[in-house]
């Protein structure tokens, strides 16, 4: 099935047929909500919410992008999230989950250098204003387009474009103070 | 000569400037003609915007290199039940609101002496009753009260 005759079924109504929509979505929403966090709790309760809000609002979705959508009101619930955040401190980055290499020839040094990497982006990432980042995160690690990105953050494609130069420079300025690449 | 080294140094930082608000949008191909040109045009000639744009490029490559990671559970929607005891709810709700109204009337009737103004609607008490009222009432009452007219 595909996702239209999905979003159909869940308007009128089924609940299987939207958990299978949640079912193709969900690492997605995730990742973009663990990266907006940094906090693997947080982003559980944040892709929590935006599914169960997505189900609540399903017969609200007027075609279009479906993980445009998806992608926006899991936005909105990382801000909610960040907001209740800002009352309790981070959990160390040491504790993140990290997916299993997917390439069974990886070694274990290649795993500790990718999760360490991780971890500086991840810091790094923190250092951006919250829309700046979810600028960088959308286009950057996810792969969306600028118009995905506008359509997701709800703004202008001149927007999307400032946000995310500011964000990479101040990004940039961040792995070059880390040694993570060179200046030059 | 110093002013002209002024306003040259000035027309150069703007050119930068314009050049590297556009240095995302050059990585990601997402430049019209026009823009590109420019671009490329400034980054042949300008040593500092080619490092800014490699720094940038480098980032951005850094970025694509991130692992993805993965929930530990699943996010689906679980099917809402409804609560016990909803109806029993409901009733007392109406119940509240019936209790509520009745004393809202009961005060209005007593601020605009409704009573003392249409005797005949009132049941006749007893002299023991006669204490309920409010204390103008009360100032007021005699042995068979506000019964008499």
Request: with cysteine.
């Amino acid at each position: 099935m595909d996702d239209i005759e999905l979003i159909r079924d869940s308007q009128n109504g089924d609940l299987d047929g939207f958990n299978e929509l949640v079912r193709r979505y969900q690492k997605m929403a995730y990742n973009l909500a663990f990266r907006m966090l940094g906090d693997a709790q947080a982003a559980e309760d944040a892709t929590q919410e935006a599914f169960f809000s997505a189900w609540k609002n399903i017969r609200r979705f007027r075609g279009g992008s479906f993980k445009a959508w998806v992608l926006q009101i899991t936005a909105n619930a990382c801000r909610d999230q960040l907001r209740r955040l800002k009352r309790r401190p981070a959990v160390p980055l040491e504790t993140l989950p990290y997916d299993p290499p997917s390439v069974s020839a990886e070694s274990p040094e290649d795993y500790a250098i990718r999760k360490e990497l991780g971890e500086h982006v991840q810091r790094g990432l923190t250092t951006l204003s919250h829309e700046q980042r979810m600028a960088v995160i959308l286009c950057d690690i996810q792969g969306l387009s600028y118009a995905e990105v506008a359509e997701v953050m709800e703004c202008s494609l001149g927007t999307v474009k400032s946000r995310l130069n500011r964000g990479r420079t101040q990004l940039r300025d961040y792995f070059v103070k880390m040694e993570l690449i060179s200046s030059e | 000569m110093w002013t002209m080294w002024q306003s040259f140094r000035r027309f150069k930082k703007d050119e930068c400037s314009r050049a590297r608000a556009m240095l995302s949008g050059y990585i990601d191909r997402r430049l019209n003609p026009e823009e590109l040109t420019q671009v490329e045009e400034h980054l042949r000639t300008c040593q500092g915007c080619r490092e800014e744009q490699e720094s940038l490029r480098a980032t951005v490559v850094l970025l694509h290199r991130l692992p993805e990671v993965t929930p530990s559970r699943s996010f689906a929607v679980a099917p809402v039940k409804p609560l016990p005891g909803r109806r029993a709810l409901r009733g007392l709700r109406f119940a509240t609101a019936g209790a509520a109204v009745l004393l809202v009337l009961a005060f209005a009737a007593d601020w605009t002496d409704f009573f003392k103004k249409n005797p005949s609607s009132m049941p006749q008490f007893g002299p023991s009753t006669l204490a309920f009222g409010s204390p103008r009432h009360l100032k007021k009452a005699s042995p068979i009260g506000w019964c008499r007219g």
